[in-house]
Nanobody, 122 residues
Framework: QVQLVESGGGLVQAGGSLRLSCAASERTFSNYVKGWFRQAPGKEREFVAAISWRGSSIAYADAVKGRFTISRDDAKNTVYLQMNSLKPEDTAVYYC???????????????WGQGTQVTVSS
């Protein structure tokens, strides 16, 4: 069982930035695909970004492309989501998750963090 703990959420004005972190409990974290998802109030959880085992493949949802950057630091067992030019519609609970295969399909992610709230005010 891999435990994931997100941090870095908070309240920010539109146009601002936040960096989310997701720390894993095991060194085997480097063997997984890492993803970020989000769930806004009253909406389904959706894909945000993913990065492959060695970082050779990265994917973003169209809604965040050009504004968000996913990265990883295997030495720290951590994956990051740098969020710039934030918009009110980015308000959501953000979750990190890991998968054994390269995918953006939520059901293929097997371990999840508890989520961190991001609120963007207009």
């Amino acid at each position: 069982q891999v435990q994931l703990v997100e941090s870095g959420g908070g309240l920010v004005q539109a146009g601002g930035s936040l960096r989310l972190s997701c720390a894993a409990s095991e060194r085997t974290f480097s063997n997984y695909v890492k993803g970020w998802f989000r769930q806004a109030p009253g909406k389904e959880r959706e894909f945000v970004a993913a990065i492959s085992w060695r970082g050779s493949s990265i994917a973003y949802a169209d809604a965040v492309k050009g504004r968000f950057t996913i990265s990883r630091d295997d030495a720290k067992n951590t994956v990051y989501l740098q969020m710039n030019s934030l918009k009110p519609e980015d308000t959501a609970v953000y979750y990190c998750a890991i998968s054994r295969i390269w995918t953006i399909t939520m059901s293929q992610y097997i371990y999840w963090g508890q989520g961190t709230q991001v609120t963007v005010s207009s």
